[in-house]
């Protein structure tokens, strides 16, 4: 493992991201700004019903029409795919079926965007509509009467599930009974949706002959077995497209287009936004796949906005019972939840999401006993996915809002409280998850302090408060998605004479710095500045594969196998050094672009002369580096490895809200955001992405509503907002003040000591802002967002019940309590 | 140092201009085609001032600013991200004000000066606000960036010490999903002071 060193010269220190200048001066290329020569521009055409069966479809007119180069429909790619093996479930475009506004029917290529979308008008498509389930509470109790969501998989079940997962550790109801408070609550959190500012897009390309490269004389017994008759087994589909995950897509096209994987090539320019929004195939790299092997020319498909809304796989709205009891001293004693997930169409990652929905609550506090009961149920709505948190943002805004009400009944501050129920250290979760560093209880001391919590909680005048809440969150995640024995990410490294290094990456940039995490650990092994590391990366055909951006993943896992691939390396040019100089290989040091002897570091030369020397001893200079996640640990139960991750990051929020009592608008005024990544690599990104999340937790909370028509109003399964304007997205007017505090546990296992912080410092904002509503106005708001009618409706509800108060301390709420 | 000839045109002429002057005002939305499918596709030739190069440029009469600058002149830079106005990804300067050019029509940006973000820089380097967005890590994925930074350039040609209402207030219209913002503000400030520094 990572041993972290004491002496870092790089890590640690404020830098630039390698790309960042290519970024502010507009050099970049995204996908979109790739133009290949003789391209042709694609559209979708999607389903205006939300739930149909497609009698007939007729492209014949589409085909005739000047200008149109190719047609495909869902009948060209009947193969379903699906990001988790096990529910396969939709089809690049609807085969017989649609089931939301949007579902993609047929896909055609022309000269021009223009042409394409008029063409589309041409596409003649019959449906039989049938009834949509569009409320998930609906969905669960269909009978069959009419056609599920997706047909049951065993007869007399109601295709309508997706995932039930039902869970208990310790005696849930032995111990609720023991407990000297409980506290039971009903939550609702909306659905919300990424909107990176990058709309999806993807371009194919089909070379028939191969490729560039000579095609091979004859076709070994290899290829034999691929089953793939002439011009597909021959030719060569290379895929650009804004993923987040570049493998999982790479396998997909192969297995959906019949092209064996050694053909097929995923290109990932760098990725303008994703959030999770771009974490699995989408029905464009199908297509645009597709209409290359038919037209022989490259083909482009971008997203409008709208379609961006439409392709969803954002956060699930959730449907939520907690029952928490805990003892008089505050230390929970049980805690018993039972969820219902709204899935919208397709499965995508639900099976996982199911599983988060209850596994990832048991830090950083300690619970005794522990059950949920978690059912996901398809509706005829865009697919829900993984948004930033996944699966883990909404059971923790209602878990941490519970522990403000349990708070004020046992008269404790909640702060307090928190800390009471604090994990520890180098433990085991309930529900078996192994805990190694955890620096909460620094986390609550930094909001403490830094929010001035003391002075301000229940002290500041009516209509203003301060809320806390906690969290956890995976770096990544044990197993992964489809089950294999290999490296979960690895990393090639060469050096060359010139004195450079260059770090061959499959890892994913989505604007998280991945790229320039690599960078600077060869920076700090290797001694050379960073303007020598050359990062190449996002190709399927040079990189070694990394499973993509998600689960906060990247640094723990990347950056050990970076470590791995330059302390090889470095071990060779110290050896051939020291041999040189006549000392010790170990007395060798390499920085600040010198190799230095430790005894007199007079003594030394450039790093360059130093690869010289390493490339004459050894030959050509290239390391392996790779990293694979500890197998052994995870709960000893069916689901007891999904959560179960190598190091889990650390999370405190403090909020001070502003509420108009006359319009219900809250004015969030500032996030104190306290963080233990482990090890900040690099801080300036650190804060980035915990000032991101901050801010995107505190759009969940009191803006954005992923929302659909039903038949009442307007036509149903109709996205109610899908544009940047009408669904809100805070801008900097709306965002309130984000102060970032890093925490630094030092993780045994992590690069550097580091762990993740792209997701965790998301999950506290909204229980955080809730909490300080509360405090501000003593109204409790648990259902999502905390949208001025919303909180004006409580207003007037406690306003005439002549409960539109300041609460009291928590203390002084016992002692009432105890009077009346 | 870093000013190329288009952008001290623009603050020549802005320093007239009073501050809290509106940073983000699209230009009228006229001729901009509501039905493709009636629309003729005849291509027409444009003259702009871009980046302080004279171009013509032959796109379809229905182009926007921002059709013209991605797929006629090869201008990648400004982002599409909405194709209608509301992320502000598309913004530019057109006689130095910072402009949505996705629903501003090619026609009416004829004759005027047009900075893109590629025009920020010369050849002596980047931009201050380009080099303090890097420094500060205010570009995340980057794709908002050029936005920004023409919204931003905007506002340092009408102030040079702008406080953070302002700042926030100019970049109103711009959306970054990545940020928070924080650092993007962090970075115009520590422009804004090179700038002054620089005189």
Same mark, same amino acid.
Request: hydrophobic share 20%; charged share 35%; glycine share 8%.
């Given at each position: 493992m990572a041993k972290y060193k004491s002496d870092l010269n790089f890590i640690g220190k404020r830098q630039r991201k390698i790309e960042g200048l290519e970024k502010s001066t507009g050099r970049t290329l995204y996908a979109d700004d790739i133009r290949l020569p003789e391209m042709l521009h694609g559209k979708i055409l999607r389903s205006p019903h939300p739930h149909a069966r497609i009698v007939s479809v007729d492209t014949s007119a589409a085909v005739a029409m000047a200008g149109v180069h190719g047609v495909v429909t869902g009948k060209d790619m009947p193969t379903t795919y699906g990001i988790i093996p096990w529910t396969p479930d939709e089809y690049p475009l609807a085969v017989d079926r649609v089931r939301y506004v949007g579902d993609g029917v047929a896909a055609v290529a022309a000269v021009d965007e223009d042409t394409a979308i008029r063409a589309l008008d041409l596409i003649r498509v019959e449906y039989e509509e049938l009834p949509a389930f569009l409320d998930p509470l609906a969905a669960l109790e269909a009978d069959g009467s009419t056609p599920y969501v997706h047909d049951a998989r065993k007869e007399g079940r109601n295709g309508n599930v997706t995932k039930h997962v039902h869970l208990e550790f310790g005696d849930v109801d032995e111990l609720m009974e023991a407990s000297d408070v409980v506290v039971e609550g009903e939550y609702f959190f909306e659905g919300t949706t990424h909107t990176p500012i990058e709309p999806h897009c993807a371009i194919g390309l089909w070379q028939p002959d191969g490729g560039s490269r000579p095609p091979a004389p004859s076709r070994g017994p290899g290829d034999a077995g691929s089953g793939l008759g002439g011009r597909q087994a021959s030719g060569k589909l290379t895929v650009w497209s804004a993923t987040q995950v570049p493998h999982y897509l790479h396998r997909e096209l192969a297995r959906v287009l019949g092209v064996d994987p050694a053909r097929v090539r995923v290109i990932q320019p760098l990725v303008g936004g994703a959030f999770g929004g771009k974490s699995e195939p989408f029905d464009l790299e199908f297509c645009v796949a597709k209409l290359a092997m038919k037209t022989g020319r490259p083909v482009k498909i971008l997203y409008t906005r709208e379609e961006v809304f439409y392709a969803h796989r954002g956060r699930h709205p959730f449907h939520m019972k907690y029952r928490t009891g805990c003892d008089a001293g505050g230390r929970l004693k049980s805690v018993d939840a039972q969820i219902v997930l709204d899935g919208g169409a397709y499965a995508s990652f639900g099976l996982v999401t199911t599983y988060y929905s209850g596994q990832l609550l048991c830090a950083p506090y300690a619970m005794p006993a522990y059950r949920f009961d978690s059912t996901r149920v398809y509706t005829n709505k865009p697919a829900c996915g993984p948004k930033r948190g996944h699966g883990s943002v909404q059971p923790r805004f209602a878990f941490e809002v519970q522990m403000d009400k349990l708070s004020e009944r046992v008269g404790l501050d909640p702060i307090d409280m928190r800390r009471r129920n604090f994990i520890g250290e180098n433990t085991r979760t309930v529900n078996e998850l192994r805990i190694t560093s955890n620096g909460f209880l620094a986390c609550l001391d930094a909001v403490e302090r830094a929010s001035g919590w003391r002075n301000k909680f229940r002290k500041l005048p009516f209509g203003t408060g301060v809320g806390v809440a906690g969290s956890t969150y995976i770096s990544g995640t044990n197993y992964p998605i489809y089950p294999n024995r290999m490296p979960q990410a690895a990393i090639q490294m060469q050096l060359d004479r010139s004195g450079r290094v260059a770090v061959f990456s499959g890892a994913s940039e989505i604007g998280q710095g991945c790229d320039s995490m690599v960078a600077y650990v060869a920076a700090e092994e290797l001694g050379v500045p960073l303007e020598h590391v050359r990062v190449y990366r996002g190709?399927?055909?040079?990189t070694p594969v990394d499973l993509g951006a998600y689960s906060s993943r990247v640094t723990f896992m990347l950056g050990n196998a970076a470590i791995q691939a330059a302390r090889k390396l470095r071990g060779m040019v110290q050896e051939a050094v020291a041999e040189e100089w006549e000392v010790k290989a170990g007395e060798v040091l390499l920085a600040g672009g010198r190799a230095l002897w $430790?005894?007199?570091? &007079?003594r030394q030369m450039s790093t360059r002369e130093a690869f010289n020397l390493a490339e004459a001893k050894f030959g050509t200079l290239g390391a392996r580096g790779w990293y694979d996640t500890p197998k052994d640990v995870h709960g000893e139960y069916r689901g007891g490895t999904i959560g179960a991750s190598p190091a889990y990051s650390f999370t405190a929020h403090v909020a001070e809200v502003a509420v108009d009592v006359e319009t219900g608008f809250v004015d969030v005024k500032k996030l104190w955001v306290a963080h233990?990544? *482990?090890? $900040?690599?690099?801080p300036v990104l650190v804060e980035g992405q915990m000032e991101g999340s901050a801010y995107m937790g505190f759009a969940e909370a009191i803006m954005e509503q992923h929302v659909f028509k039903d038949a009442d109003h307007g036509r149903a399964g109709l996205h109610d907002a899908p544009s940047l304007l009408d669904y809100r997205i805070p801008t900097s007017m709306d965002t309130p003040e984000l102060e970032s505090l890093i925490i630094e546990?030092?993780? +045994? &296992? *992590? +690069?550097?000591g580091a762990k993740e912080a792209g997701e965790g410092p998301l999950h506290p904002s909204i229980p955080a802002i809730a909490n300080a509503i509360y405090d501000a106005i003593g109204i409790r708001m648990d259902r999502l967002p905390f949208s001025p009618p919303a909180v004006w409706r409580q207003i007037e509800e406690a306003r005439a019940a002549g409960k539109l108060c300041k609460p009291l301390v928590p203390g002084a709420a016992v002692v009432a309590a105890r009077r009346g | 140092m870093w000013e190329n000839q288009a952008s001290r045109k623009v603050r020549r002429r802005n320093r007239a201009l009073p501050r809290g002057v509106p940073v983000r005002t699209a230009l009228p939305v006229v001729g901009r085609a509501a039905n493709l499918k009636t629309m003729p596709l005849a291509t027409e030739i444009v003259s702009l001032t871009v980046n302080g190069d004279r171009r013509e440029v032959g796109v379809p009469g229905h182009y926007t600013l921002l059709e013209t600058l991605r797929y006629g002149l090869g201008l990648t830079g400004s982002k599409q991200g909405c194709d209608k106005g509301d992320c502000g990804a598309c913004t530019v300067l057109v006689d130095g004000e910072a402009t949505l050019s996705c629903i501003t029509p090619v026609r009416e940006a004829e004759g005027r000066e047009i900075v893109t973000v590629e025009g920020l820089a010369n050849a002596h380097g980047p931009h201050p606000l380009q080099d303090e967005f890097d420094l500060h890590g205010a570009a995340q994925c980057g794709f908002c960036t050029p936005g920004i930074l023409c919204s931003a350039a905007s506002l340092l040609a009408h102030t040079n010490a702008p406080t953070r209402d302002e700042i926030r207030e100019a970049l109103s219209g711009n959306l970054c999903r990545c940020t928070g913002y924080t650092k993007i503000y962090e970075a115009v400030e520590a422009a804004a002071a090179r700038m002054r520094d620089d005189g």
């Open positions: 190709d399927t055909d040079f $430790a005894s007199d570091t &007079e233990d990544c *482990g090890r $900040a690599l690099n546990s030092i993780d +045994p &296992e *992590g +690069p550097y | -």
